[in-house]
């Protein structure tokens, strides 16, 4: 007995020209946000819970229209929504988009490939390796990194600079229980990880941190100079006082454009220090990284070919969409055994031929993220990638120049890419009652941060649609919810040029 076209389509599925609709209205829909976006408030005003009113107790018995579906999305998805991409968002980092990078996404959702070994997509996995030696040659990084090179070197996407410090750290940790047992045969495997012991700075992301308590390893947090850098004296030192105490140093990150202040870890000097005591050195340019596609830049990263591993987001200041994080390892060998469990369901004929990225990360499966970085290079060019870094990075400098004209204000980290740190010369509390008013009047939106108990602001260039006037009037909110804090606080202001 022949069974209907309906009886094959699950109840409420749509026909094909009906998605075809539905996807073509939110290809509008999803242009005309980010074309307009400019004229949306950049932070919601909503409350915690204000969603649950606006839908059902539960999910509809029957099918909807999916022109009631999209217009709910501006109803009740958009009141709630942090507009990142907006021209006046100023907050923690660039988060990267593109029209090139969503069509990608749109590609790979409906390819819908996991692509965790090389024969479950081949083009997944080949175009990965590829892409990331693509990468690696606009970096300029040392040829050890890339599988074009005929060595062990090669790249993988994780998820986040998060992941890939976890990866390496996994990878570093089985490296070092290899060689102590190697070396001590009575030692066992507990007893390594007991010693082992980690380094970054006090600078470093919280994830770093969060690396060693996932690892189950011991994690040193450095002291940094005045320039809030960690030099190589310092880790020595660190080194040599553990080795004294008996433990094993084994794993050092060093941070390419901390979070805080966007400063630089001298990797030229901490990576001699790692070589001479055979530690893995990690290292994490989860911002900066981009901007190493411009020559003049790659001073920063002097000292890289000492790493073994290296990371940077496309998807932070690439125009590349979340989540694309790109990690090149030296010598994978040591994370794809660390890693390495291999059921039968997941053999294949041409094992070893290729990579099986489920052996470079920490879930199984994982998207065709190569795409993103395919279609953004090919789309955009080189050029014009650097054209981007350089223009958000210019744009930085003119804020900077705004706030050496008022003399109420004070910059607290040279300035070198796309964040200017300020503040008010004075107490912690009036910076932080000058925030507050500022994100609280809605117009833009910036996050704090602290060093050595100096309270001070981030004004970041996040949006690839933010040009000198957006950053003009930036300024003038600030000053003028400056004004507001210091009157409200019984100062009397003087123009821009001080205060009484």
């Not at 998820?159 to 009575?186: F, Q």
């Not at 940094?224 to 190589?232: C, I, Q, S, Y």
């Not at 030229?268 to 989860?286: R, S």
Request: aromatic share 10%; glycine share 6%.
């Amino acid at each position: 007995m022949s069974q209907s076209k309906e009886d094959f389509l699950l109840k409420g599925e749509m026909e094909a020209s009906e998605f075809k609709d539905f996807a073509k209205a939110m290809i509008d829909y999803a242009a005309d946000y980010l074309e307009n976006i400019r004229d949306r408030r950049v932070l919601p005003t909503v409350e915690p819970g204000y969603l649950r009113p606006l839908i059902p107790d539960g999910p509809p018995s029957t099918p909807e229209k999916w022109q009631d579906v999209l217009n709910d999305v501006e109803r009740v998805i958009m009141p709630g929504v942090t507009h990142w991409h907006s021209p006046r968002f100023h907050a923690y980092f660039p988060t990267a988009n593109s029209y090139p990078a969503i069509v990608a996404d749109i590609l790979s959702g409906a390819i819908a490939c996991i692509g965790f070994t090389w024969i479950a997509s081949p083009a997944c996995t080949e175009l990965e390796v590829v892409m990331l030696d693509w990468l690696g040659k606009m970096l300029d990084l040392p040829p050890e990194f890339l599988a074009c090179s005929g060595g062990k070197g090669g790249g993988v996407i994780q998820g986040t600079a998060s992941e890939a410090t976890l990866v390496c750290l996994l990878g570093a940790k089985a490296r070092t229980v290899a060689k102590m047992k190697k070396e001590k045969p009575d030692m066992s495997e507990s007893d390594v990880i007991s010693k082992l012991v980690a380094y970054c700075s006090v600078q470093s992301h919280s994830s770093v941190e969060r690396a060693g308590l996932l690892g189950g390893v011991k994690m040193r947090s450095l002291q940094t100079n005045d320039k809030n850098e960690v030099e190589g004296s310092t880790l020595e030192e660190a080194i040599k006082k553990d080795i004294e105490a008996g433990l094993i140093p084994f794993y050092v990150v060093a941070t390419l454009g901390t979070t805080s202040s966007c400063t630089f870890d001298r990797l030229d000097e901490m990576g001699p220090v790692c070589n001479k005591y055979d530690i893995w050195l990690h290292v994490d340019a989860a911002y900066a990284g981009s901007a190493f596609i411009c020559p003049e830049f790659r001073y920063l990263m002097k000292g890289v070919e000492r790493a073994e591993s290296f990371n940077f987001n496309p998807h932070k200041w690439m125009l590349v969409n979340f989540d694309c994080s790109a990690l090149w390892l030296k010598n994978p060998n040591w994370v794809v055994n660390a890693f390495n469990v291999d059921p039968v369901y997941l053999k294949h004929d041409h094992q070893g031929a290729a990579p099986d990225y489920r052996h470079w990360q920490i879930p199984l499966g994982r998207r065709f993220r190569a795409l993103k970085i395919w279609f953004v290079l090919r789309l955009f060019g080189v050029e014009n990638l650097q054209k981007h870094i350089r223009k958000q990075v210019s744009l930085a400098h003119h804020f900077e120049s705004l706030v050496n004209t008022d003399s109420r204000f004070e910059i607290t980290e040279k300035v070198v890419l796309g964040v200017v740190c300020f503040r008010l010369k004075g107490s912690n509390e009036i910076n932080e009652a000058l925030l507050k008013k500022i994100n609280g009047r809605g117009l833009i939106h910036m996050v704090p941060s602290k060093i050595r108990d100096v309270y001070f602001l981030r004004f970041v260039i996040c949006s690839k649609y933010t040009e000198e006037e957006d950053v003009n009037l930036s300024w003038n909110e600030i000053k003028a919810s400056t004004d507001e804090v210091l009157s409200l606080n019984g100062s009397v202001t003087n123009g821009v040029n001080g205060i009484h």
